[in-house]
């Protein structure tokens, strides 16, 4: 079975950065989208960010579109979200998944998530 792991979260204050990484086991990682989803306490899961198989389709959230960037390195089998002028909005439990799809009823497999704090 796959296995994601994300690492990468923490304390920040309000206009700091982060970047999240997601290391797949999955070998066939480089023929699958991407895609970040995060989950605010007391809230549904929400999409993010999303990554096509060559680093195409880009598609992001309206709340971070223009603050978070996507990437992917398939060399190492690697997904990342580069975050930018955080907001205290923007914590939340994020976590990485195989796929594209912007529902969560179409994504199987989590990893166990990285938490991110932005202090006001």
């Known amino acids: 079975q796959v296995q994601l792991v994300e690492s990468g979260g923490g304390l920040v204050q309000t206009g700091g950065s982060l970047r999240l990484s997601c290391v797949a086991s999955?070998?066939?990682?480089?023929?699958?989208?991407m895609s970040w989803f995060r989950q605010a306490p007391e809230k549904e899961r929400e999409f993010v960010a999303r990554?096509?198989?060559?680093?195409?389709?880009?598609e992001y959230a309206d709340s971070v579109k223009g603050r978070f960037i996507i990437s992917r390195d398939n060399a190492k089998n690697a997904v990342y979200l580069h975050m930018n002028s955080l907001k205290p909005e923007d914590t939340a439990v994020y976590y990485c998944s195989i796929g594209g799809s912007r529902s969560t009823r179409d994504h199987g497999t989590w990893g166990q998530g990285t938490q991110v704090t932005v202090s006001s």
């Open positions: 999955e070998r066939t990682f480089s023929t699958y989208f």
């Open positions: 990554i096509g198989q060559r680093s195409g389709s880009q």
